[in-house]
């Protein structure tokens, strides 16, 4: 692909000359130009820094989360047919996005309080570039804080003490009682009322990176990185001892700290990988019994390093809302992806038509994934794994050049207009894809697109210029009216 231009972030991944031909189509259009700047800003993007929110339960996690994304006035997606099992999320703060990740949904836990704190703990720092440490001001620094403590130490991450519960000046010193965990200085914020989160934010901002240090495939030649997950059991330690047992290259235990996944560097097809391996991820017998909540940590973990997510179905059992949620976190979280149906080995004609019938139902919103069916017990067709990578990682990377792009939408919006709704029918006015991995395009209109149109939109894309094997992320901006044009 040879389109691809690259001039920095200011203009998403336009080449000054196409970024300026796009600016005065937008003018003739009456768009503002400031709104379109920060619109190709914001789908121009690379990876968002990633920032974990920790605490011990009832310190009020959950709260300041809705407190950080709730800045965020952007309609979210509607993605049909999907559970939403979150966690992690987008947000913004002073003109910078970030994604963050909320422990505060699992602290009903069947568990030893401390070590569910310290496992979901662990997975969130994991995945993180830095952390916000949630403290309960009007308590105090208890054991089990103590403990975190020593796991944010020994991840080494960048650290935002948050005294929460102070909601006036008389809270205060309980605040400053809690710079003895030796983490800095405690910020003093009310989730509840919002009192000091604008002066946390400003801290959490300087703490992360600009971009998150895993720069995508940016290290000249590095191996592209993959994710297998998949729920509990459907087999992803036996496929990565298959691939890896073949032809192991080396395996890379990465130093260190007990939260560190195994990394394996495998060859296969004549390439290098690196499998960021989930299954691998800390197995702790005793974290077996409540393991949702975990198992979605854990892959959240795994998929925010990797480039690839390889998501592993067992073939022999229905697609569960589980096998859902996980593709619908690689999904949202923009990655390639492949869907691999494990155990085909043992499935007979039966289980097969019955196979496909949920296929189509269940698992229609991904149908441009690639699919291949495997056997990890017996290494049948695993050959065919890495071409469905790598047309996933290519489908991740295509851009399409605005003029073609322009082209293709015109004679769509001639051939298939949008329904009148009210008395007036919206058009798509212009677009241009601002970014890649995954690749996203905001579209300007006259009017309000409704759900489906732009999921027909999409399928049009998708049938026009490939993108097989990767979400497509398209935002549309509407003119605002003008009492006059300018």
Not at 128 to 138: K, L, P, Q, R, S
Not at 338 to 355: G, Q
């Amino acid at each position: 692909m040879n389109d691809q231009i690259h001039t920095g972030d200011e203009h998403g991944e336009l080449g000054d000359a196409e970024y300026a031909e796009f600016m005065e189509l937008a003018a003739q259009e009456g768009f503002d130009a400031e709104e379109v700047e920060s619109e190709l800003a914001a789908a121009g993007h690379g990876p968002l820094p990633v920032l974990a929110v920790v605490g011990r339960p009832n310190v009020g996690k959950s709260t300041l989360v809705n407190r950080i994304i709730g800045r965020r006035e952007a309609v979210v997606e509607d993605r049909p047919g999907v559970t939403r099992d979150r966690v992690t999320y987008e947000a913004e703060w002073a003109g910078r996005r970030f994604k963050v990740v909320d422990t505060g949904g699992w602290e009903q836990d069947v568990l030893g309080i401390d070590a569910s704190v310290a496992a979901q703990a662990e997975y969130a720092i994991e995945a993180a570039d830095a952390v916000v440490f949630v403290v309960d001001a009007t308590v105090g620094a208890t054991d089990t804080d103590e403990a975190v403590v020593k796991l944010l130490r020994r991840a080494g991450k960048p650290v935002v003490l948050c005294a929460n519960k102070v909601d006036g000046p008389s809270a205060e010193a309980d605040a400053a009682m809690l710079w003895s965990l030796g983490l800095g200085e405690p910020m003093p914020v009310s989730a509840l009322h919002g009192r000091g989160t604008g002066d946390m934010l400003d801290e959490v901002l300087k703490a992360l990176p600009e971009a998150p240090a895993a720069t995508f495939g940016g290290t000249v030649g590095g191996p592209r990185r993959i994710a297998l997950i998949g729920r509990p059991n459907v087999g992803k330690s036996s496929l990565l001892n298959k691939v890896a047992g073949e032809e192991r290259v080396v395996v890379n235990e990465l130093a260190g700290t007990t939260r560190d996944p195994v990394d394996e560097l495998i060859e296969l097809g004549g390439t290098t990988w690196k499998f960021v391996d989930t299954a691998g991820i800390r197995k702790r017998v005793h974290l077996q019994e409540g393991a949702d909540y975990y198992a979605s940590l854990r892959t959240a973990a795994a998929v925010e390093k990797a480039e690839v997510a390889v998501i592993l179905i067992d073939a022999s059992e229905t697609i569960s809302v589980q096998d859902q949620r996980i593709i619908t976190m690689a999904v949202e979280a923009g990655r390639a992806m492949v869907i691999a149906f494990n155990k085909w080995d043992t499935l007979d004609e039966e289980r097969r038509y019955y196979l496909e019938r949920e296929i189509e139902t269940e698992l229609q919103q991904i149908a441009w994934a690639p699919r291949v069916n495997v056997s990890a017990r017996t290494g049948r067709h695993m050959e065919k794994l890495v071409p469905a990578i790598e047309t996933a990682l290519a489908g991740w990377e295509t851009r399409v050049p605005t003029g073609r792009l322009n082209a293709f939408l015109g004679e769509l919006v001639s051939a298939h207009p949008h329904p009148i709704r009210g008395g007036k029918q919206p058009r798509i006015l212009f677009g241009t894809q601002a970014g890649t991995k995954p690749p996203r395009f905001v579209l300007f209109a006259s009017g309000f697109l409704e759900a489906g149109y732009r999921r027909f939109v999409e399928r049009r894309l998708r049938e026009e210029f490939g993108f097989e094997g990767t979400p497509i992320h398209l935002s549309v901006r509407v003119r605002e009216k003008r009492s006059k044009k300018k």
